[in-house]
């Protein structure tokens, strides 16, 4: 009987909470006649117009952060998630960002964006940009595992001074060997000098590894660190940031920590249920209690990926 209650007590707090559950990820946008921009090595830099997009998967709601740069003249009409019914293939509106848009930041809430996960770790969905000008910029939201590479990350650089913001994107090649960056920077005072990756955090830098570039050319840098897999863990682990000085703020007008992936709970045990789909049940931060979850292919927890034994069909099972 009290295995019973237990059990029920369990199963009630897990259907009327939402588990404590977050993916981090992004997408580089580009021009649709550049193979949508599905990675860094179809990322062209002559199309124009580009944007970078900060993507997170928390509770039941998807966060973005959507940052253009490349306009001139022209304004942004229209910014959308679109689901594909394959890969690289055009695909129809799922959620509107904006339909009348204004500027060239967009940050906002998709509510109930978690029920499209499994799309999201097949890589079957994408940010589309139109402007009044008919221009057309995509790229495919990725969701990385947060172990292995290639890694993809996208970090919001946090400025010293109002008006300025930016993101960074960065992906270790596929030995970790190499780390590709496309930075987008606006609103800062001057001309970007002295660009670099540090050790440390953004509040205490320590040394320098890494010179983006010194006087550096325009607010969109896009380059290759070919020395970075000397500091792959401190990579993955946060422990390198960014830094973006100006004349007015030599220490860093925009700075941002690289991100380090998916949250990773501090405990979880791992099954599988009766169609052999993977399961993670771990604790609900929010309510003290546990929950289990059907997990896609890569999660990982408290450091420890769900055994490859388990994985089989569940590699893009939806959580629930």
């Known amino acids: 009987p009290i295995q019973i209650l237990l059990l029920g007590l369990l199963q009630a707090s897990a259907s009327s909470s939402v588990p404590d559950f977050t993916a981090h990820g992004g997408a580089l946008l580009a021009s649709v006649s550049n193979a949508l921009a599905s990675d860094f090595d179809a990322f062209s830099v002559t199309s124009g117009m580009f944007a970078i997009a900060k993507v ?17 003249t022209d304004t942004i ?39 499209y996960m499994k799309q999201f770790s097949l890589g079957l969905i994408y940010l589309s940009i139109r402007t009044k000008a008919k221009k057309n910029i995509r790229g495919y939201v990725k969701l990385p595992a947060s172990h292995g590479a290639p890694y993809f990350s996208v970090a919001v650089l946090q400025s010293t001074r109002q008006g300025a913001t930016g993101l960074a994107a960065f992906r270790l090649s596929a030995y970790g060997a190499a780390l590709e960056y496309s930075i987008i920077a606006t609103g800062m005072s001057g001309a970007i000098k002295n660009a670099a ?19 550096c050319s325009g607010f969109f840098l896009r380059g290759k660190w070919p020395g970075a897999g000397a500091y792959k863990d401190a990579l993955m682990s946060g422990g390198l940031s960014l830094f973006l000085p100006t004349a007015k703020d030599a220490t860093g007008e925009l700075r941002g920590n690289f991100a380090s992936g998916p949250a990773r709970l501090s405990s979880c045990t ?28 890569g999660f990982s927890c408290g450091g420890s990926p769900a055994p490859a034994s388990l994985l089989g069909q569940a590699c893009a099972a939806q959580q629930t």
């Open 197 to 215: 990756l540090r050790e440390g955090t953004t509040a205490k830098p320590g040394t320098q590894r890494f010179q983006v570039c010194t006087t």
């Open 77 to 115: 009409s229209t910014i959308d998630f679109y689901l594909s019914p394959a890969p690289e293939m055009d695909g129809q509106s799922i959620q509107s960002i904006c339909s009348q848009c204004s500027g060239v930041n967009f940050i906002g809430t998709w509510s109930g964006g978690r029920q």
């Open 56 to 72: 997170d998967v928390s509770g039941a709601n998807v966060l973005y952060n959507v940052l253009a740069t490349g306009l001139g």
């Open 270 to 297: 791992f099954g599988s249920n009766q169609t052999g789909a993977t399961t993670a049940t771990m604790p609900d931060r929010k309510n003290a209690s546990c929950v289990t979850l059907l997990v896609p292919c």
